[in-house]
């Protein structure tokens, strides 16, 4: 029989004490992470940063650059603000220009563009005009006019944007065409925040904007982060999702509506129909990214149940809708969706 080299138990002694010490040493670092909180307005809405640092020297310029971040997605991305680069690309509407993108907005458009493909236009970033009509209506609490609805719609379609690879670049086809990105820009922002915080060496973090939340890995004490479900109805029992390395987004009308001669309508708008939504919803979504979760809670508000299931099949995620219509309630779920809530 061989015996082994005396060098193979110095090697093997070696292996296994350096593990003990890596293992220790983490345990350490662990131990010693402080947890921190950070809010901000950002996007016309508040965000907060909960993550774990070693010390505040490290939390804190992490935090403003994870912030700045998003300030300077905003300036990208965003349909308010006159002079971002979104609203540079729209003005060029009808023109047959071709624009070059930076690689943000390249990124957010084309993602964008896949969901309207795969949701036959349930999804659509060109929906502006359709948007701004309703969100007047809410303010007048009047219903649009069907004329001014008729004209929005022929400058609705994202088959009117084309996209070529070389020089990243898009073109606008139709003249006086709107881009909303409102459907996907908070959750690419946020994956981006989570980056950043990497970057500063921040690995254990949860940002919220909005009630839709990306996170990276979990608190030091806990398997996940423990998310407590929005509900229609105040009294019902709460229930939680644990988020880790994933993304969780709501759509729903619980908040912004408006009832005209006593129908209720929401502030989503099927771009296909033209219509706001009209009965109640309330979705949740968990997702690999901010971007995709954003997106798929958007489509599964439009899309029938069927269809809303299948796509989140597709893209690995897990998804519940909760219908009210005509005083009957609906549910359905992926089959998936039980296994992310919190176990006691």
């Known amino acids: 029989m061989k015996l082994a080299s005396p060098w193979t138990f110095l090697v093997t002694l070696f292996g296994a004490t350096l593990a003990l010490l890596l293992t220790g040493c983490q345990t350490t670092r662990e131990q010693t992470l402080q947890r921190f909180e950070f809010k901000r307005l950002e996007m016309g809405m508040m965000f907060t940063m909960q993550f774990y640092a070693s ?6 310029p992490a935090a403003i650059a994870a912030f700045d971040r998003i300030r300077e997605l905003n300036m990208i991305l965003s349909d308010y603000e006159d002079d971002s680069e979104l609203n540079r690309v729209r003005h060029s509407s009808g023109s047959g220009r071709w624009i070059g993108l930076s690689s943000e907005l390249w ?28 969100k007047r209506a809410r303010r007048q609490r009047a219903l649009p006019a069907e004329e001014r609805l008729a004209e929005a719609r022929t400058r609705v379609g994202h088959y009117y944007i084309e996209f070529r690879n ?8 139709r003249k006086g065409m709107r881009l909303d990105l409102g459907g996907v820009a908070k959750g690419y922002a946020m994956d981006e925040a989570v980056k950043v915080l990497e970057r500063h060496g921040i690995r254990r973090a949860l940002i919220n904007g909005g009630g839709d939340m990306v996170a990276s890995g979990p608190p030091p004490d806990a398997p996940a982060w423990k998310i407590e479900l929005p509900r229609l109805d105040t009294n019902a029992a709460p229930q939680f999702v644990a988020l880790r390395n994933a993304a969780f987004a709501t759509s729903g009308d619980r908040f912004q509506f408006v009832s005209i001669d006593g129908v209720r309508y929401s502030h989503i708008v099927d771009p296909r129909s ?12 968990i997702a690999p990214s901010g971007m995709i979760a954003d997106a798929l809670a958007t489509s599964a508000s439009v899309l029938d149940k069927n269809k809303a299931l299948q796509l989140t099949v597709r893209r690995n995620c897990a998804l519940r809708v909760t219908r009210v219509f005509a005083g009957q309630r609906t549910k ?11 176990k006691n």
Do not use: C
Not at 107 to 129: H, L, Y
């Open 274 to 285: 033209g219509e706001a939504l009209s009965d109640r919803a309330l979705v949740y979504v």
């Open 166 to 173: 070389s020089g990243r670049s898009v073109v606008l086809w």
């Open 107 to 134: 990124t957010v458009m084309r993602e964008a563009d896949r969901f309207s493909q795969e949701t036959d236009g349930a999804f659509d970033i060109t929906a502006g005009p359709l948007i701004q009509l309703w």
């Open 332 to 342: 359905a779920e992926s089959t998936n969706f039980k296994a992310h809530l919190w």
């Open 55 to 60: 010390d505040k020297q490290m939390a804190e």
